[in-house]
């Protein structure tokens, strides 16, 4: 055995080198790798983070324009509603004296019937009685077709900003 360390030390020491110099080359190459690997995946990461701020700037031009015509809409939906407004006060005016003279229509049925004679007075009383009824009935349909004119203003107004602002969205998404 005396005979033989030197050849086994050698051996082993140059099997240990081969060991060392290939765990050397299996670092090196795991090193570049995973540089390799990491320079990628930064770039990758770079790349979606400029995919996500641009598609957030367009997601948020989107609302912006969405935004500004719903304002716009109300905008519009407001002046109509004012212009509406304006056209009921003028009904409102004309629905006045309207009234006034159904008043004076009233009043002359019942002044010109107090002063005849009985029989004549009642034939003539019932005439003017119903001059009377119809006259504010007349009255109370002009007063209700107001309120009704004003409602249904303000309803289709309502309703076409509604659908305005619902076909700006839409279209929006559809893009």
């Not at 367009?58 to 609302?63: F, L, P, Q, V, Y």
């Amino acid at each position: 055995m005396r005979t033989l360390w030197k050849p086994l030390t050698a051996g082993g020491l140059i099997l240990l080198a081969l060991c060392w110099f290939s765990h050397a080359r299996y670092e090196s190459g795991y090193q570049a790798a995973d540089s390799s690997w990491k320079l990628k995946d930064e770039k990758r990461q770079k790349a979606n983070a400029l995919a996500l701020a641009s598609k957030q700037a367009d997601e948020r031009s989107k609302e912006k324009e969405r935004r500004d015509a719903a304002d716009k809409a109300a905008a519009e939906a407001d002046t109509q509603l004012a212009k509406a407004r304006a056209d009921a006060a003028d009904a409102e005016r004309t629905g006045d004296q309207l009234r006034a003279t159904i008043s004076a229509i009233r009043k002359q049925f019942a002044a010109s019937e107090t002063g005849r004679l009985s029989a004549v007075a009642a034939a003539s009383s019932a005439r003017a009685n119903t001059g009377i009824l119809l006259a504010n009935v007349l009255e109370s349909a002009d007063k209700r077709a107001g309120e009704l004119a004003e409602y249904a203003d303000r309803a289709r107004i309502a309703g076409q900003t509604c659908e305005k602002i619902y076909n700006q969205v839409t279209k929006g998404n559809q893009q």
